[in-house]
């Protein structure tokens, strides 16, 4: 009988001593965004080394972490040019690589556009809002303001305008939304 416990205990200690844990692999994943990327590192994994290098295997940045349960680690690639890096972690044990793209947010210009009715009115077309809160003002040729209209529309509109004593040619338009501005004018 004693031969038996100690059997079981040792086959239970040789279990124990297995590591189950997971994978580099497993509990690592890459997640990017323009010119920057978060590493999301969901179990303890102990010391790890991250690495990052260009398209030459040039080594860009070399950081040391302790990760100690769930973590994101965020980078910003915003000071190096566009193009495609690998980032690589290590461990004591295995290494991971993942390849990256960094490139810039492209800015999308305000689109407006102004098209005459008759003498004294004029459609308003902008399109590709992304936030409500557009601002148009109407000017005089002198730069004085007629008008201010605010409209709070999202993705676009279109807005018919009409002018009692001024022509067209008397006036212009700055259309403004998300610091972006676009002047009209009319010839």
Do not use: C
Not at 10 to 30: N, P, Q, T
Not at 116 to 131: A, H, R, Y
Not at 144 to 158: A, M, N, P, R
């Amino acid at each position: 009988m004693k031969a038996l416990a100690t059997l079981f205990l040792v086959i239970g200690m040789s279990y124990s001593s297995f590591a189950w844990d997971k994978s580099l692999k497993e509990v690592s994943s890459v997640e990017t965004q323009e010119q920057r990327f978060i590493i999301k590192l969901a179990d303890s994994i102990g010391k790890v080394r991250i690495s990052i290098y260009d398209k030459n295997n040039f080594i860009i940045s070399r950081n040391f972490f302790t990760v100690d349960g769930p973590q994101n680690i965020p980078f910003n690639l915003s000071s190096v040019p566009e193009g495609q890096y690998r980032v690589k972690l290590e461990t004591k044990e295995e290494a991971q690589s993942f390849e990256i793209n960094s490139f810039k947010k492209v800015e999308k210009k305000l689109l407006a556009y102004a098209k005459p009715i008759d003498d004294n009115s004029f459609n308003l077309k902008v399109l590709g809002l992304t936030d409500s809160g557009t601002e148009v003002t109407i000017y005089r040729t002198d730069h004085k303001v007629l008008l201010k209209d605010k409209i709070q529309e999202e993705g676009g509109f279109s807005k018919n305008y009409k002018l009692k004593f001024l022509k067209l040619h008397q006036v212009y338009l700055k259309v403004e939304n998300e610091g972006k501005k676009k002047f009209l004018y009319f010839d």
